[in-house]
């Protein structure tokens, strides 16, 4: 498999999640810095898409049935948001829920567009360099 292959599979699956996207780049024998930019790259192109879909599902048919899903779980989420913020959302998010959800849940309680993906970004190149040195640094104690 060339590195263009192994680079356009670990983009595409990190569009979903990170943690399944840098050990593929490391499976594919991929050098460590393609790793980390091919992965960020599809997390950012997830968080977009997940951010548009958000959008639609809070101005949507679906407007209704999110202003009914008021539960604890949803109440709780908006209590996270309003202590920690847009920051904290973009920062802890791609490591626990996905950029991809993230974006979902920012946009449909109405974060705006612009910080929800700066810091999305922020956070995910964050934990793309993490996840990639914890894996590179693991595989050498473990071979």
């Known amino acids: 498999m060339s590195v263009a292959t192994g680079c ?8 979903l999640t990170l943690w399944s996207a840098i050990p593929l780049g490391f499976a594919l024998h991929l050098p460590t810095l393609l790793i980390v930019f091919a992965a960020s ?4 192109v997830g968080a977009l898409a997940g951010a548009l879909l ?4 809070r101005r949507g048919p679906f407007a209704s049935l999110l202003e009914r899903a008021q539960t604890a779980a949803s109440t709780k989420a908006r ?3 309003a202590k920690f913020g847009v920051i904290g959302l973009g920062l802890l998010s791609p490591a626990i829920t996905g950029s991809v959800i993230a974006a979902i849940l920012g946009r449909a309680f109405g974060v705006n ?7 999305l970004s922020i956070g995910v ?15 050498d104690v473990i071979f």
């Open 8 to 15: 356009l599979a670990v983009f595409g699956l990190s569009t």
């Open 41 to 44: 790259g599809g997390a950012i």
């Open 54 to 57: 958000g959008e639609r599902l």
């Open 79 to 81: 209590r996270l948001t």
């Open 113 to 119: 567009l612009r910080p929800l993906l700066i810091w």
């Open 125 to 139: 190149l964050l934990w793309a360099s993490v996840l990639t040195m914890v894996s590179y640094w693991s595989l």
